[in-house]
């Protein structure tokens, strides 16, 4: 009788020779090459510039093609700006996937085991936006915190208004308005005729000069003015630095459209005139259209500053993802699927600090209470479900539509809140028919005659 040989397990193949892992930290960088390769696999690099230069001239002597790194913090971004002017392929790595085996907690032992899952084709990079979408995100995410500032001393205002009993805000909805904003400089200034402030009202202001008056007949204090006139003088400081992003903005855009031959007359009708507030100063529709030659505002819920977000955030190719399937587990807004045994365990999404996310879901909370598809299903949805679960599959929905639009050139036109109710109906009604007939029933419509006789 022949003896079974038996057979061992094969072990991994290296698919990528030319592997490396830095493990990045703020005061040093652990890199590792094959070992292989070099007599000390593992080497210690500062993190100032040259040091950087010296780490990537150190990986091309050892034939080093593709680099792995964590994205910690920030510490990252000139690592990885500068092996990529090197030539070097970077990928960033989420930590979650690649630290969850015990006994490696040393830098070196990091580095090792990051470059060894490379080496083997296990990790999986994060996406980074081309050179030309990092930067306009980063004059995006500049802007954002400007405008956070500026809000901060709008409260500040509003404080000051307050401890002296000048109740303006309670008159105006916006004392950064075209009527809060004179009144305030006025005051400033050092007016406190109650007539003359008055008169500063816009004749769009709902309050009539009365209200007003009265509502402006504080106790002044000089401590209160100094607060105030400091908080108005910071507001206008962020205000002006907003105007010079706005600029910054509108060269980017104005180079990404450069390679591009979009007809500007093709630029469909807009669909909304109501203009919100914090919104760039330039038109930022027009641009977008010259980037992209589609129109992302005919899509409910997208304005032009949120649209121009997401193209920051996510780019203007969307070819990372092969699918709006993929598009939407990468932005966290597709069901999880942990199932056990055949049995599922939760179908919950994930957590996500994703920007994109975040405005998908703004724009998901928007639309629902619009007349539009996306909104019927919005509150047939917060109806049954909550309303957390309907802004999140709300906000999927439109990630889906942006993806389409962007990816395949889709046009997107509403087809309103009634169709979609009708839809709904016969959909819900279908579905009662097959139930009734799999029990032996057949379901009919009632009569007018019927229902006369029901009642």
Known sequence: MARKTTRKNPAIET????AAAIDIGSRMHMAAVNPDVADMPVRAFGTFTHDLHDLAAWFKSHGVTSIAMESTGVYWIPAYEILEQHGFEVILVNARYAKNVPGRKTD????????QLHSYGLLRGSFRPSAQIATLRAYL???ERLVEYAAAHIQHMQKALMEMNLQLHHVVSDITGVTGIRIIRAIVAG???LDVLASYRDVRCHAS??????????NDRPEHIFALTQSLDLYDYYKAKMLECDRNLEAVLGVLAADQNHDASQLPRVRTKTKQVGTPSFDVRAALFGVLGIDLTQIHGLGPSL?????????TDLRAWPSAKHFTSWLCLAPGNKISGGKILSSRTRRSSSRAAALLRLAAVTIGRSDTALGAFYRRLAARAGKAKAVTATARKIAVLFYNTLRHGMTYQDPGASHYEERYRSRVLGNLKRRAKSLGYDLQALTNETEMSVS
């Not at 032992?109 to 990051?114: E, V």
């Not at 997401?310 to 780019?315: A, H, I, T, Y």
């Open 209 to 218: 000069v009365e209200t007003i008056k009265a509502a402006l007949n504080g």
């Open 141 to 143: 995410r500049q802007r």
């Open 191 to 193: 007016e406190r005729d």
């Open 108 to 115: 070196v032992s990091d580095a090792s085991w990051l470059r």
């Open 307 to 315: 649209s121009l977000k997401l193209v920051g955030e996510c780019g």
């Open 15 to 18: 698919v990528n020779t030319g």
